[in-house]
């Protein structure tokens, strides 16, 4: 019978304590196309179904999640696109611009593995029923890294790729974008823009944009392709917090071994920091640094990088703050009707005083 299986791979690693070159020959997994097709095929669907619905809000001016000419909310309209499977042709802008920019994130690490000689799986989409319709995308790397420099490359590849597609998609967002109206204002949850919007916005009020030169950027329902290029901007700043096996965590042990399970705790504290001040999600994420801070992959510390890979690791600092927004998203007040932020404290004040306002309400007449 053929042997369908792969060819081993054989890794020759120094090993600078020892002062030995190290062999490790692995044996390469067959790729599971079927399985990676069916996700990314998954993923499409949920996001269009998600596009779907805001497009048709924007199309008629109602606020971002709404549904249809109600007041009610409609986080998961996958009843209301079932309806009717025309809907989902909405959804293009919207699907297409988030899939772009999580695809190029993760090819951006395929590619700089393969060409690294790093053996890696074809992305691996996560359809879920989240606010955008997926939970992102990721790559296992299944063989040991060379170098430091290797580790650096392939680490940062992917922020970089998922970054450049994402700036122009974010402008032609902007550019597709119509002023808010009373109507269309009536959120129950708004996105916390961050600083590279304010930067985009500023220079098309320069370049004679007449939506930009007219509106501030908070005056703007943003179009669904700048929906999806928020999304995914945000997640290059959630992939280069630095710290644990994230991006940016790959990119700390590069520069500096010794500095990331230090830097990893700094990261957490500052996390929780702003989950109770900003945006209760950081909470997740600090106990995802936790979970990860101690450990790394294997990798040997000599040689060191160059200077040029260390200009580019500055690149990835500016990138993440240019991305990243500490208040993330904020919700409305039932008490003031105004957003406000989802910070854990104010989840856990919120929660206290529904608890004391069930506790004062009368209790209900006894009947026989």
């Not at 069916?38 to 497009?55: D, E, P, Y």
């Not at 959120?187 to 009020?205: G, R």
């Not at 950081?282 to 060191?304: I, K, N, S």
Request: charged share 15%; proline share 8%.
């Amino acid at each position: 019978m053929p042997d369908n299986s792969s060819p081993s791979l054989e890794y020759q690693i120094y090993d600078p304590e020892r002062q030995e070159i190290r062999v490790v020959v692995i044996q390469p997994p067959k790729r599971r196309y079927w399985l990676h097709a069916l996700l990314f095929l998954a993923t499409i669907f949920t996001t269009l179904c998600i596009g779907a619905r805001m497009q048709f809000n924007f199309n008629h001016n109602l606020p971002l999640f709404s549904s249809d000419l109600s007041q009610d909310v409609d986080y998961w309209p996958w009843a209301w696109v079932l309806q009717d499977l025309h809907r989902l042709a909405l959804g293009i802008p919207f699907s297409a611009t988030l899939l772009a920019i999580l695809g190029a994130h993760e090819m951006g690490h395929f590619v700089t593995a393969v060409r690294r000689r790093i053996f890696a799986t074809l992305p691996f989409f996560i359809p879920a029923p989240t606010l955008i319709g997926t939970l992102g995308a990721f790559i296992r790397i299944r063989s040991p890294i060379r170098s430091r420099s290797d580790l650096f490359d392939v680490g940062v590849a992917g922020p970089i790729a998922g970054f450049v597609v994402a700036v122009p998609l974010l402008f032609l967002g902007l550019m597709l974008s119509q002023p808010l109206t009373p109507a269309s204002s009536q959120i129950d949850l708004a996105f916390a823009l961050p600083l590279i919007f304010t930067l985009a916005h500023s220079l098309l009020a320069a370049g004679g944009n007449l939506l930009a030169m007219h509106f501030g950027l908070h005056d703007i329902y943003l179009h669904p392709v700048a929906i999806a290029a928020w999304f995914g901007m945000f997640a290059t700043a959630l992939n280069l917090l630095p710290g644990g096996q994230l991006d940016g965590g790959h990119i700390v042990f590069a520069v500096r071994p010794q500095w990331h399970r230090r830097v990893s705790m700094l990261s957490i504290a500052v996390l929780l920091l702003l989950s109770w001040y900003f945006w209760a999600g950081w909470l997740l994420w600090a106990v995802v640094l936790r979970m990860t801070g101690a450990r790394h992959p294997d990798v040997p510390l000599a040689p060191p990088m160059n200077q040029k890979r260390k200009w580019v690791a500055a690149l990835s600092l500016l990138m993440l703050i240019l991305s990243i927004t500490p208040t993330a998203i904020r919700e409305r007040d039932d008490d003031t009707q105004q957003l406000r932020k989802s910070s854990l404290k104010n989840v856990l004040e919120s929660i206290r005083k529904n608890r004391m306002q069930k506790q004062q309400q009368p209790a209900p007449p006894e009947t026989r």
